[in-house]
């Protein structure tokens, strides 16, 4: 594969991730339990 083409997908691959931390972090918040966000951190990133 082309660099270009792995750069693309690693963005990708990072956006989803960010946007399930999202998620993550607005269920935590409604449901007023943190540890749902904290299985979504973004740790190793």
């Known amino acids: 594969m082309e660099i270009e083409t792995l750069d693309l997908l690693d963005g990708i691959i990072v956006s989803l991730a960010r946007t399930a931390r999202e998620a993550a ?21």
């Open 25 to 45: 972090e607005a269920a935590a918040r409604e449901l007023g339990e943190p540890a749902v966000a904290t299985a979504f951190e973004l740790s190793a990133l």
